[in-house]
């Protein structure tokens, strides 16, 4: 649960996790607003619970036009690429601690976090990234 006004201390133990980002994106598809593959984070569960999984799925709300996503692209490159983003990323969230005493429903899951980078709620399906010119 969320309460606002109320900080929870850190959690005890963040393991990190690997982006992967692999080969059969590109060929599928799947990619971000720079025409370049996405990816995700991913931390394999331990014990018999590897099996269950936790997914999130980032936010970065949508672009509605072409110049707004070439903003996104070229000025915002977080939410448009992964090229800026980290090769090995610690999630700070209670659900993604692998303290059992942090965490006690999922420590021992396996995570997977989905950087957004499309511009479209990961529903996009552009066979070619769109350039245009914006004004500066």
Known sequence: HI???FRPPEPKF?????LIQ?????QAG???LDGKPGGYYFRSGSTTNRSKWVIWLEGGGWCYS????????????????????????????????ADPGTNPHFHD????????????????????????NVPS
């Open 109 to 132: 899951w396996t995570h997977v976090v989905v950087p957004y980078c499309d511009g479209s709620s990961f529903l996009g399906n552009l066979e070619q990234p769109r350039w245009i």
């Open 66 to 97: 072409n110049i707004s996503c070439e903003l996104r692209r070229s000025r915002m490159s977080a939410l448009g690429s992964l090229v800026s983003h980290p090769k090995q990323k610690s999630i700070r969230l209670y659900f993604g601690s």
């Open 30 to 32: 799947a990619l971000c």
């Open 22 to 26: 692999p080969p059969e994106f590109l």
């Open 3 to 5: 309460f606002y006004g």
């Open 14 to 18: 963040v393991q990190p996790m690997d």
